[in-house]
């Protein structure tokens, strides 16, 4: 079988990174967390005091790109690839709600999505990847052989995320992680730089009511058939 490009979009907490990681483990395929990358960013911005009470100065995210380099590594211990930042582990950085709350206004920079949009090329021209984020079947890949939009219900993602946090040991009420998905919704499918939406050729995965392994079954047999083509 051919190695293709698979581009997975869709909304927060809909399950699109553990659904990506599963089906590129399934093929042998490798994995790209887009959306890890533009919270490295935003990351590097808030420790760098460019974000302050939310307000972002552009400008100076756009100067200081240069000095951002972002890598995956795979770690045996956690039998996945994390997140790098100039070298320095930041996987568990980039997932607190100070990140989530700027990270979709972060994104919206012209020169941020342009450098990162070129690697994310880069790092898939040879396909046998899996790629998730909010424009790989629209803009990264609008050629990849296999594109899915995975969506779900509010609720069902509110309480995936609340888990999620809690977890890593996040305390947050359901109001607030509600509040902070349906801000990026808006800001990611209302941005002007490669808004948030569903390609005309993507196939649809609500996962509201599907268990993983039914989410994992079904993604397998439509990557089979393209993979087949």
């Known amino acids: 079988m051919r ?24 093929l042998g395929y490798a994995y790209i967390d887009t959306g890890a990358m533009y919270r490295a960013v935003t990351y590097y911005c808030l420790k760098k005091g460019i974000i302050t009470d939310g307000h972002i100065d552009g400008k100076k995210v756009a100067k200081e790109l240069p000095n951002i380099h972002i890598t995956f590594q795979h770690s045996p211990k956690v039998g996945k690839s994390e997140t790098y930042l100039n070298g320095k582990n930041i996987e568990e950085d980039i997932r607190t709600m100070e990140v989530s709350n700027v990270v979709s206004a972060v994104s919206a920079i012209h020169e941020v999505r342009e450098l990162l949009v070129d690697q994310q090329r880069k790092m898939a021209q040879d396909g046998g990847v899996v790629m998730d984020g909010r424009d790989i079947g629209t803009t990264v890949f609008p050629h990849a052989e296999l594109k899915i939009f995975i969506t779900a219900d ?46 005309e050729d993507a196939l649809v995965l609500d996962t509201t009511h599907l268990t993983r392994e039914q989410q994992l079954e079904r993604v397998i047999h439509w990557a089979r058939e393209r993979m087949k083509d």
């Not at 190695?3 to 399934?26: P, W």
Request: proline share 1%.
């Open 3 to 26: 190695k293709i490009i698979i581009a997975i979009d869709g909304y927060s907490s809909c399950g699109k990174s553990t659904i990506s990681r599963s089906l590129a483990n399934a």
């Open 154 to 199: 509010i609720d069902v993602r509110t309480e995936r995320r609340k888990l999620e946090l809690k977890a890593k040991g996040i305390k947050v009420t359901d109001e607030e992680v509600r509040e902070n998905l349906l801000k990026r919704d808006k800001e990611d499918s209302r941005r002007k730089e490669s808004p948030l939406k569903q390609a």
